[in-house]
C-alpha cells in the first residue's frame, strides 16, 4: 500500500511513491546514536503535564505544514520536518535538544534526546494497518505513547476516540512538535460542529480549541515518572488502546515500559507495537523484547503484519493472559 507526502509550499508539489518510501527504508536502517553502548543514565526527565495555549499556531513562526495520505484513512497534517530543522534555532527549547541533535548529528542521545523530532517507518507500518483493517477508535480511550509527532494519536482523535493522551519523553518534542501537530489537525474538526453552519467568531474558534483539549492530554518524561503521574491521578480510567511505534530499540528500557503497559491498560484492551527485528546501534528489538514479555508471563504476544522490504519489520499486539 503506497503512502505519499504532499509539502503545501507554495509552487512546489512533492510526491513520493511506494517503491521510493521502501528504499528509503532499507536505507535507513541504522539509528545514528550518540553513544551506542550507553546505559539508562541514573536520572531521567521526571513526567510532567502540559497545558497547551489554546492557539498554539500563532505562536510558530515560519511553520510549513506536510500532508501524509495512507491508503483510505483520512489526510494527516504534521509540520515539514526539514523546515522544522532549518527553523530549529528559532524555537523555544528549555532542553537544547534541537541545537544537540544538530550538531551531533545524532537520532539519539540516552537519556537527553530520544529519537521524537523524526517520524520513523514502523509508524506508517502500523497507520498502514489501521487502514487494512478499517478499524475505528469510536468511544475508545488512546495513549500514544513515544508519540513524537502524534500522528496515530491523531487519528484516533479523527476516527471518534473519546479521549487520547500524548507522552514523550522531551517536552521540546511535545511543545513544538505534538500539540501544533494535534491543532494541525482537530481543530477545525471540532470548530466545524461548534459553528453549526454560522459565521466564525473568535470566540467559537477558542471553544473549538478548548473543546479540543478536553479530549486530549499531553506529557513529557520518562515512563517510570509517566506511570506514577497518571496513577496518581483522581480520575485517570485505563486505556482501551495504546499505540506505541519504535520504542523498544534500548533493552534498558523494556522495564519501563512492560509496566506502563501492565499499570495503565485496561483488561480486555491491547497494545499496537511497531518495530524492527533489531535495531542496530542500540541493540534492542523485536525478539528481544518478546523474550522479556514471556519472562513477565503476564502478555500474550501476536504478530499482525510483517514487513520484509528493507530491514524486518513488524506490527504485533500485545493483550492480557487470561
Known amino acids: 500500500m503506497a503512502f505519499t507526502f504532499n509539502f503545501d509550499i507554495p509552487l512546489q508539489t512533492e510526491e513520493i511513491n511506494d517503491k521510493e518510501n521502501k528504499d528509503d527504508d532499507a536505507k535507513d536502517v541504522d539509528l545514528k546514536c550518540s553513544d551506542a553502548s550507553a546505559t539508562v543514565p541514573t ?3 521526571n513526567a510532567i503535564e502540559h497545558e497547551p495555549l489554546l492557539d498554539p499556531l500563532s505562536h510558530i513562526e515560519n ?61 506508517y507500518d502500523l497507520l498502514e494497518y489501521i487502514d487494512d483493517e478499517g478499524e475505528t477508535f469510536t468511544g475508545k480511550r488512546v495513549l500514544d505513547l513515544g508519540c513524537g509527532a502524534g500522528l496515530l494519536g491523531i487519528l484516533a ?33 471540532d470548530e466545524t460542529e461548534e459553528q453549526n453552519s454560522s459565521p466564525p467568531s473568535k470566540r467559537k474558534a477558542l471553544n473549538a480549541s478548548q473543546k479540543l ?20 491521578k483522581t480520575s485517570s480510567p485505563k486505556y482501551d488502546i495504546i499505540f506505541t511505534s519504535e520504542t523498544i530499540y534500548n533493552t534498558d528500557y523494556y522495564s519501563s515500559l512492560h509496566s506502563v503497559f501492565c499499570g495503565l491498560l485496561a483488561e480486555d484492551g491491547i497494545v499496537y507495537l511497531a518495530t524492527k527485528s533489531h535495531y542496530f546501534g542500540v541493540g534492542g528489538g523485536l ?36
Not at 159 to 173: E, H, L, P
Not at 214 to 229: A, H, I, K, Q
Open 43 to 45: 536520572k531521567m526527565k
Open 213 to 232: 483539549l478536553d479530549r486530549c492530554g499531553f506529557f513529557s518524561g520518562d515512563w517510570n515518572s509517566f506511570l506514577t503521574l497518571m496513577q496518581n
Open 63 to 123: 511553520w510549513v505544514p506536510e500532508t501524509i495520505t495512507v491508503g483510505a484513512l483520512p489526510p494527516l497534517l504534521c509540520l515539514n520536518e526539514s523546515v522544522f530543522e532549518k527553523t530549529a534555532p528559532e524555537l523555544e527549547d528549555s532542553e537544547e535538544i534541537l541545537a544537540k541533535t544538530l550538531n551531533q548529528n545524532s537520532d539519539l542521545i540516552t537519556g537527553v534526546y530520544e529519537g521524537g523530532l523524526k517520524i520513523w517507518e514502523c509508524t
Open 287 to 322: 525478539h528481544l523484547f518478546e523474550k522479556f514479555v514471556e519472562q513477565n508471563k503476564v502478555f500474550q504476544t501476536k504478530y499482525l503484519k510483517d514487513v520484509e522490504q528493507g530491514l524486518k519489520r513488524h506490527v504485533v499486539s500485545l493483550t492480557f493472559k487470561k
Open 157 to 189: 482523535l479523527k476516527r471518534g476516540a473519546i479521549k487520547v493522551d500524548f507522552q514523550d519523553y522531551n517536552s521540546t518534542v511535545i511543545e513544538q512538535l505534538t500539540v501544533p501537530n494535534v491543532f494541525l489537525n482537530c481543530e477545525d474538526d
